[in-house]
Structures are given as C-alpha cells and as structure tokens.
C-alpha cells in the first residue's frame, strides 16, 4: 500500500524522467507529469500527458516512467496517458523554459499573442523558416537581429 511519501517520492522520481526529444529536459519541467497517486489497490500510478496527442514519444516516455519507477522500487507502478485536459505552452514552467533557452531553443509565447524571442540575443524579431525542425514539436526560426538560426517549441 502506497504511503504519503511513498506518492512524494514517486512524484520526484517521474518528474525527473528526461524527454527523449529533449535531453536534458524533464517531463515534469514540460509540464507532461499530471500527477501520481495511488489507485485503490495502493499501487502508484502516474499521469502523463503528451505535447501533442500524435507525439511519436508518448510510448517511450510512458516506458521511461515506468522503468525509473520500478528502478525506485515501485515494481507495480504505472503510466496513464491523459489526453484532456491537453497539454499547452502555458503548462511549461519557468525551469522548463530557462532550460530550454540553454539549450538555444525558445520556449513557445506564454500567450498566442506573444512574439517568439530569439534564445540567444532575446529580439522578438524573428521568422519562421519552417514549420518543421528536428521534431514534430519544434519550428525552425532565425533571429533576425543576430541572424543565427534556432528551434522553436510550437506554441499549443
């Protein structure tokens, strides 16, 4: 039977997987954790939810979870898929999205009003060369104060 801390440390423990479109980024800086608790056999249970529903990283997201959880000791733990509520931009947190300005990619617009900011220099003088960068989430851009290149996380 899953205890309080039993929940707290699963929680961390999930939080801590690492997207594998993203590395270094965890799900729980992306905002894909929705929760973990216990179902009412007391076994741990967490909520994932993907960026888009058509991510190719769902299955192997959902694996990583359960595996870094049954490497914590929760050997009959498992992975949810949540579809509604769906996940959007605003569900990135400020680590997640310093994170991802590290890592050259800019965080998508909090609001969809909000222009996409260059990683590098910060100008919200930026276009779009594709809608398509290294993965289905991200578009390439280029600053167009310092020139440079970047992805971009689609705002959803």
Known sequence: MATAPDIARAATVAAAVEDPELPPL?????????GVAADEAGRIVARVTPTYSGCPASLVIALAVEA???????ADARVETELAPAWSAADIGAAGRARLREMGIAP????????????????????????????????????EACREPFEAFKPL
């Open 26 to 34: 965890t799900i729980g800086e992306l905002g894909m954790l929705r």
């Open 68 to 74: 870094a959880l049954r490497d914590a000791g929760f």
């Open 108 to 143: 998508p617009p909090a609001h969809a009003d909000d222009p996409i900011l260059c990683p590098r220099c910060g100008s919200s003088e930026t276009t779009e060369i594709s809608a398509f960068g290294s993965t289905a989430c991200k578009a390439l851009r280029r600053c």
